[in-house]
């Protein structure tokens, strides 16, 4: 199993970003996709999830009516947008497919 983020960057506040997540060594066609992140000296936080065909999405709490999450399964690719950006969400993004499997991370900062 391999995840690649992309996309990454700095913003200023109220900016948007648009993460990438290009995906292979599964079936990524049957499988749920989520996005989480790290700030320094904080846990891992769920950002959002996408089921296998795309018509369930979940988020967490502070990002919702922000950011949406998609999947092209003929690209093997889920992807993060991010809109109205704000500095409490700078940390490492990471893309995850089951229990044990992470990218290396992208990371976002959100500052002026």
């Known amino acids: 199993v391999q995840l690649v983020e992309s996309g990454g960057g700095l913003v200023q506040p109220g900016g948007s970003l648009r993460l990438s997540c290009a995906a292979s060594g599964f079936t990524f066609s049957t499988a749920t996709m989520r996005w989480y992140r790290q700030a320094p000296g904080k846990a891992r936080e769920l950002v959002a999830g996408?089921?296998?065909?795309?018509?369930?999405?979940n988020y967490g709490d502070s990002v919702k009516g922000r950011f949406t999450i998609s999947r092209d399964n003929a690209k093997n690719t889920v992807y993060l947008q991010m809109n109205s950006l704000k500095p409490e969400d700078t940390a490492m993004y990471y893309c995850?497919?089951?229990?044990?499997?992470w990218g290396q991370g992208t990371q976002v900062t959100v500052s002026s």
């Open positions: 995850n497919v089951g229990y044990n499997y």
């Open positions: 996408i089921n296998n065909r795309g018509g369930s999405t």
